[in-house]
T-cell receptor
C-alpha cells in the first residue's frame, strides 16, 4: 500500500495561471511534508516544506497542509514555462530520517 | 549554502568492476543518505547514516557497500553489479537533530550504467 499518493499527470496549465498540485498520505504519524521539483535528468530540488496545519507561502509557492484530511498541496502562482517539471511530494514518518516519496506529478506550463 | 556534491557525474562500469561513488557536504548536516532513482520513478531509499553510523539499510544487496569516513563524506562502493542496477544514484543530507523538519538536500547525482 502506497503511503504517499499523487496524480501522475501531466497537469497542463497556461502560462500565468495557478497550478495546483495535490498529495494524500495514509500514515497519520507523518509529521513533515516536502515538495521537490525535478527537471528531467536532474536531481530533486527542495522548494517547500511544511509541518503545521495551514498555509505556508514562499514567493510564488504556497504549501497547504490539512492533517485531518491527510492532504498536502502545492500552489504555484503565475506559472512559468520554467516551472515545467515533475513535482515530488514526500512525507516524513517512522523516525526523523526516512521520508516516503509519492510518484510525482508532471506539470506542463504552456506558453 | 545548501550544496551537496557528488562525483563522478557519469559512470560506466562492467559487471566485474569495482568502483566507488562519492558524496560531500559542508553544511554541518549529521545525516546522509543514498537513494537510487530509475526513470520516471521516485527516489528509492538505500541507506541512511546518522552521526556517521549506519542507521537504515533498506535490504540493499551486498554488492552495494556504503561507507561514511566522516561527517562530511559518504561513499558507495560498487562491486559485481547487474545491468538492472543502472540508475541515477542520489546522495542527500539533512540536519540530524534539533528540528522538526529534517528537510533533505540532494546532490546532482551520479548516472550509473552497468554493461
Amino acid at each position: 500500500q502506497k503511503e504517499v499518493e499523487q496524480n501522475s499527470g501531466p497537469l497542463s496549465v497556461p502560462e500565468g495561471a495557478i497550478a495546483s498540485l495535490n498529495c494524500t498520505y495514509s500514515d497519520r504519524g507523518s509529521q513533515s511534508f516536502f515538495w521537490y521539483r525535478q527537471y528531467s535528468g536532474k536531481s530533486p530540488e527542495l522548494i517547500m516544506f511544511i509541518y503545521s496545519n495551514g498555509d505556508k507561502e514562499d514567493g510564488r509557492f504556497t504549501a497547504q497542509l490539512n492533517k485531518a484530511s491527510q492532504y498536502v498541496s502545492l500552489l504555484i502562482r503565475d506559472s512559468q514555462p520554467s516551472d515545467s517539471a515533475t513535482y515530488l511530494c514526500a512525507g516524513r514518518s517512522g523516525g526523523y530520517q526516512k521520508v516516503t516519496f509519492g510518484t510525482g506529478t508532471k506539470l506542463q506550463v504552456i506558453p | 549554502d545548501t550544496e551537496v556534491t557528488q562525483t563522478p557525474k557519469h559512470l560506466v562500469m562492467g559487471m566485474t568492476n569495482k568502483k566507488s561513488l562519492k558524496c560531500e557536504q559542508h553544511m554541518g548536516h549529521r545525516a546522509m543518505y543514498w537513494y537510487k532513482q530509475k526513470a520516471k520513478k521516485p527516489p528509492e531509499l538505500m541507506f541512511v547514516y546518522s552521526y556517521e553510523k549506519l542507521s537504515i539499510n533498506e535490504s540493499v544487496p551486498s554488492r552495494f557497500s556504503p561507507e561514511c569516513p566522516n561527517s562530511s563524506l559518504l561513499n558507495l562502493h560498487l562491486h559485481a553489479l547487474q545491468p538492472e542496477d543502472s540508475a541515477l544514484y542520489l546522495c542527500a543530507s539533512s540536519r540530524g537533530s534539533g528540528t522538526d523538519t529534517y528537510e533533505q538536500y540532494f546532490g546532482p547525482g551520479t548516472r550509473l550504467t552497468v554493461t
